[in-house]
């Protein structure tokens, strides 16, 4: 996520504390200013040319061991694109449908990114395609309606929640600022 949200510099680990952990970071929502997400880990990976839609390794394991394919036989080459779409979909899984109420939209695009085949799996393209329907998909209600994780329920965070999305509303704040393309 880029920092386009905080009025002032925020600790890496702790981010929404001040850099020298002393206080809050000042920050506004994700709908006053609305950041960028980056999924990026080059750690361990390969380059392939642009026109090489099929390329054959031996996979890299990475951190998450869940693959279904890894289970299959470590030596046998696999086309590492599937498996990129694989762990953006557990990915997403772990970190939004797992723990937060109001996403369930995407379920069944992740579960078919997470499709034990992986010739079954749509591609990136068809991924970021698939998503844009849904998104379209969604009204503004919808748009504006609160993705609570599960300790985020008390009666205090529904009136902060319901205060600000009046005011959204009456200021003529759209849901979403990102364009679809």
Known sequence: MDGSMFID?????????????????????RTQSPPRYYYIDFGISRKY?????NPLEI???????GVPEFAEAYTKPWNPF??????????????????????????????????SDPTQRPNMDDVFSRFQVLRQGLS???LRSRVA??????LFDFLLYWTRR???IVRRIPPTHTSLS
């Open 149 to 154: 994780h599960d300790d985020e329920r008390s």
């Open 49 to 53: 040319d642009a026109s090489d839609t």
């Open 59 to 65: 996979p890299i394991y990475g951190g998450d061991k």
């Open 9 to 29: 510099a925020w600790h890496p680990s702790e981010q929404y504390m001040s850099e020298d952990l002393k206080r809050v970071a000042r920050h506004r929502t």
């Open 82 to 115: 599937p498996t990129d779409v694989w762990y953006l979909g557990h990915a997403i899984q772990e970190t939004f449908l797992d723990r937060y109420l109001g996403v369930e939209f995407l379920s069944g695009l992740v579960t078919d990114m997470m499709h």
């Open 166 to 168: 009046i005011q959204y």
């Open 140 to 142: 503004k209600w919808k």
